[in-house]
Each structure stands twice: as structure tokens, then as C-alpha cells.
């Protein structure tokens, strides 16, 4: 009999979420008390919700930052790592005929761009800890380069993904678009990869990661990055972008809703154009925390994400702070599925 395999969506039903904690040896050491009170408001957030899984430094003891409500749901694991992109080196969870499975991919630091040797090892140190749900199985692919922003899954057997972050050398090459694809289908369990061969951002280091452009709100919504500023470098490329999600299909062959969201205000730090986007938001049990970045974009932003999510909170959190290293609040955050952890006090 073959076994059933599923790549939930972000909206299925979460027991927790995984940051790894900001330290003085990462890149946010020259403003590190700015950006832990950021990931203190994503936290709370998060803790008043669900259960926070917290990666932290060996010796490190963030309890103090929470109060004891907010610790009956945190989880800490002391691991060592180079930086916090809890996205690209946090599991990714599956289900193997109902039992969870905690995918472990390769992270070579976007493409060998940074060092990635601690980040690459967190996932097995996680499973080693007894962080997972008991019947949870380890699934070790890091002989496949990975990261969790370039997926976007509809939980139904859709992958939504980008060429220029899949294909891009120093991540799987020599492998062709159609031996990553089949790679894909088999790892995922996904029976169609929708690819988008459009759309950047000015600053971005992961070659185009797809949660930076287009998401899955449901299995029949997208939304996406419009600019509508025709002097703006990106116009194009988000317009052909624009035009290949028109022309996708759904498995059932209707054409998708699609919500537009607006292209972020240019923000520059000596000079160079910060990666901000507003497809970067994080779904949550009851809610949706969006990045803002103290424009008058924000107040759209969160009326046309209002659109594809109802029945959700629609939760703002400043992330000027997270764009200076080039990322935003999704890139951060690891959704972890109802099932997959191990429910029980501090770790």
C-alpha cells in the first residue's frame, strides 16, 4: 500500500511556532537590543496563541523576558547557531499517513552566501532533544538543499515555488528544473509544482524566495507583490509575475483569486534598497501577523490580507528592524502542525 503523504498548508491547524533566538556572534550583534524587542513582540504574539519553540545559544536563559502565563507555553532548546533564519534551517514538517514526519533539508546559507555549518545541524539537534512528538519519525534529506521559504504549499498536493531560488547554482546543480521537480513530488508529496519563473526584490540574498512574493492564503488564493510604479526597478518583473499567476490553474482548473498586495515603500540603508515586502506575513491558529514598516502602506496591506483571511485577527508587527539584515517576519518563524511536538513544560 503507498503511503500518504502530506505537506500541510500554514493554515492547518498549528501546535507551536520556531524562532531562533538574535545573538551577540550573528549579524544582529551591532543592534541587538532593537532587534530582540522585535522578536520579544512577535513572541507574545505567538505565546498567546500557541506553543513558541525557542532556539537559543548554549547558556542562554530567556525566561526573564516572559511572563509565567507566557512561559506555560515556551519551549526553549539550547543549540548553537550562525544565525536566526528559523525558515531555512527549521524542519519541515510532513505527515506519513497521519504520522508526523520532521524533514530535515540541507541549508548551505542561501547558495553558500554565509556561513550556515551550526544552522544546517539544528533540525537533528531538535529531533536528538525529544523536541518532536514521540511518534514523530526523522527524515534526513540534507544531502537536498532546501530552505522553507521557497516552498508554499496548499496542504491539497499543490507546491508553489520560484526557478531563480530552485535552480540557482551552488543549491542542487547539476540537477535539472525536471529532476528537482520530480525530487519535489517524491520528498513532498505534492502531485503539481506551480513554478514562477518572475519576480525579485532589490536586497533580497535568497535568490527570490517565493513567501517574499506569492502566497497561498487558501487552496484556491493567492496573494502577491503588485507594484504599480512603472519608474520602479521591479515593475516588470512583478508584472510578468502578475501575469503568470493569471495563468495559473487550480487542480480542479479554475483560475485562482488572487489578492494584490501593495509594493512596500522603497526603504535604503547606506544606499542599498531593503528587501521590504508584505507577503512576508505569518498565519497563526486565529490570526495573521503582517509586517509593517511605519508607512501608509501598512493600513492596505492589512485591508487586502483582511480580504483573503476573514475570519482571522489581522495583527501588525514593526519589522524595520528584521529588512536591515534583509528578511522579514515569516523568514524568521517556523510553522509547526498540530501533532508534531512533543506537548510538555521547558525542554
Avoid at 503511503?3 to 533566538?21: C, R, S
Avoid at 512528538?133 to 507546491?159: C, K, M, Q, W
Wanted: net charge negative.
Amino acid at each position: 500500500m503507498m503511503t500518504k503523504v502530506v505537506f500541510p498548508a500554514e493554515w492547518h491547524p498549528q501546535e507551536g511556532v520556531m524562532i531562533t533566538w538574535p545573538h551577540r556572534d550573528s549579524d544582529w550583534a551591532p543592534m541587538l537590543e532593537e532587534v530582540t524587542r522585535c522578536y520579544l513582540t512577535i513572541s507574545r504574539e505567538i505565546l498567546q496563541r500557541e506553543k513558541l519553540l525557542v532556539v537559543v545559544p548554549p547558556g542562554t536563559d530567556i525566561a526573564s523576558f516572559f511572563t509565567d502565563e507566557e512561559r506555560m507555553n515556551l519551549i526553549t532548546a539550547e543549540i548553537a547557531s550562525n544565525d536566526t533564519w528559523a525558515r531555512d534551517h527549521g524542519p519541515v514538517t510532513l505527515f506519513h499517513d497521519g504520522i508526523p514526519v520532521v524533514a530535515d533539508f540541507g541549508f548551505n546559507g542561501w547558495g553558500l552566501k554565509f556561513a550556515a555549518d551550526k544552522d544546517n545541524l539544528i533540525t537533528g539537534q531538535l529531533f536528538e532533544k525529544g523536541i518532536f512528538h514521540p511518534s514523530a519519525v526523522y527524515y534526513n534529506r540534507r544531502n537536498f538543499i532546501l530552505e522553507g521559504g521557497s516552498l508554499e504549499s496548499d496542504g491539497e498536493g499543490t507546491l508553489l515555488t520560484t526557478t531563480t531560488c530552485l535552480l540557482a547554482a551552488n543549491r542542487n546543480q547539476p540537477m535539472t528544473q525536471q529532476e528537482i521537480e520530480y525530487s519535489l513530488k517524491e520528498m513532498l508529496g505534492v502531485t503539481r509544482v506551480l513554478w514562477l519563473n518572475h519576480g525579485y526584490l532589490a536586497g533580497d540574498d535568497t535568490d527570490s524566495h517565493v513567501d517574499t512574493l506569492a502566497r497561498f492564503c487558501s487552496p484556491d488564493t493567492i496573494a502577491y507583490v503588485k507594484c504599480e510604479d512603472e519608474t520602479d526597478e521591479h515593475y516588470k518583473s512583478l508584472k510578468a509575475m502578475e501575469e503568470e499567476l493569471q495563468a495559473f490553474l487550480t487542480a480542479s482548473g479554475e483560475p485562482y483569486r488572487l489578492i494584490p498586495l501593495p509594493m512596500a515603500d522603497a526603504i535604503y540603508e547606506a544606499g542599498e534598497r531593503l528587501p521590504a515586502t508584505y507577503a512576508n506575513f505569518l498565519i497563526l491558529n486565529d490570526a495573521v501577523l503582517i509586517p509593517f514598516y511605519g508607512t501608509e502602506k501598512d493600513r492596505l496591506a492589512r485591508r487586502q490580507l483582511q480580504l483573503a483571511f476573514p475570519d482571522r485577527a489581522l495583527i501588525g508587527v514593526d519589522c524595520s528592524p528584521l529588512i536591515r539584515q534583509h528578511g522579514s517576519l515569516h523568514c524568521i518563524t517556523m510553522q509547526l502542525p498540530k501533532g508534531s511536538l512533543a506537548v510538555s513544560d521547558n525542554q
